[in-house]
């Protein structure tokens, strides 16, 4: 599978638009994917068939600002190649697996950009229905019993509340689901970054034994023999077979339409609207940019035009410590074998963080409480903490006002984002 190139997504986030408020949805023009979710109304996700010259929804499709964005890209990952760490070899590229469709963008809400997109992969109308499709259908797994849904629920923020997930025939991993909310935003995927993106990551549980546990060609074997797939991927990417490169591409696309913004916070901040979080919060959104209190800044960035709440980097925070002292899990540091990335996990984005305990790679801290005394505490001393994480000063006032903070980060889930009505 042809992976997407690092610096491309560096540098479109580099270049990305500032964010767009999203006016009210109107009535989707052309192809609508059925609408299940009741907070959708605030969110303005639409489809268009005809390009718009201003656009006001999540989707639609500025053929020139999209040409210039896959120029820039093309030419960054060029220019980047040898600083990023690309060995240079092309992947295994299958002949036909570009979607046919006319791309569409995939705008941000308020406090965020527009989703990277990578070039090879422009989502379509047409690829992020069928990745929807194929995010739901558990015959994608070995007893047909688990979709990518059943750990990352639509009902629970796109994870599953559970401390570790569970896969076929009740087996657990280690490491807890996260949240696919805003995942398209994040330079590479996984608590520790293995996956260079969606595209990537896609195939990993599938075939994972514990996750889905089911080979790759039987995935697809099952998939031909439904006689609604064929149609539809040839719609997609015009004649072939099906591949698991352009089932992977589908369930990027989909999941690039998983932006989740307009939060009180970023009514507050980005829309100044005063009155958009309670006091409560903008005192915790004091301390957590308090370099002398919560400095949480240092790694859930907050920007000018926008919030990640994530630096996409890799961070040592105790999490993963025994209390003996012993690394339950090395993290990033089996992928790049560098003493600092020890038990360092990827910095996940704190948006909807109330809709997704437990939290941290191994699902250790129940509450938003726990993670926030956590903190405070000083988090587990162990050789390769972070030097951002220190003993905080934190009266009790300032611990509530932070989770208040943190409950102002939910922001709405597109519309078209839940199982699709089966035809
Ligand atoms: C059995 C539960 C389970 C199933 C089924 C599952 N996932 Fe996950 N998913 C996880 C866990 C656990 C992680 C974190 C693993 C890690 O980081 O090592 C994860 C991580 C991810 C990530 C990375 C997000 C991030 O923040 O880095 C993406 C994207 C993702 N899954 C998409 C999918 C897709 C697409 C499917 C279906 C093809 C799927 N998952 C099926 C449990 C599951
Ligand atoms: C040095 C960087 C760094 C700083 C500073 C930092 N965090 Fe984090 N945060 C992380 C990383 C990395 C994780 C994931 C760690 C893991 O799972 O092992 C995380 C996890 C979290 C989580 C759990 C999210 C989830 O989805 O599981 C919350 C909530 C959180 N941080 C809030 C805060 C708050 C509040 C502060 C300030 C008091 C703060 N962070 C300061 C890097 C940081």
Redesign the pocket.
Known sequence: MSALRGPCLFGWQAKARAPQKCKPTRANVGQTLSSVNPVAAQFGLQIVTEPRASASGHFNRPFPRAFNHLHICVIAAGLLQVGCGISGAPGKQQAGSMPVGAPIQINGPLGLPAAPMPPDNPATAETVALGRR??YDTR??ADGS???A???DPGRGFT?GQR?????RGQT?S??????LN?AY?P????????AS?ED??????A?P???GQPHDVSIRKLEADPSYGPLFEKAFGRGPITMDKIAKC??SF?RTLVSGDSPFDRYEYGHDPKAMSAAAIRGLAAFRDPARGNCVACHLIGKDYALLTDGKFHNIGVGVDPTGELTDLGRYVQTKVDADRAAF?T?TLRNVALTAPYM?DGSEKTLKEVVDYYAGGANSNPQLDPAIQRINLSAQDRADLIAFLEALTGGVPPDSGPPKTE
């Not at 570790?164 to 076929?168: E, H, P, Q, R, S």
């Not at 590479?188 to 996956?195: C, I, Q, Y």
Request: aromatic share 8%; proline share 6%.
């Open positions: 194929l995010f994608l797994s688990i979709s990518c059943s750990c990352h599953d570790v997930a569970k896969g076929i991993g490491r807890s689901a996260p949240s696919l995942a994040y590479v995927e996984f608590w520790d970054g293995r996956a969606l990551q896609a195939g990993g549980p599938m994972n514990i996750e889905m369930l990027a999941e990827k996940p790679h």
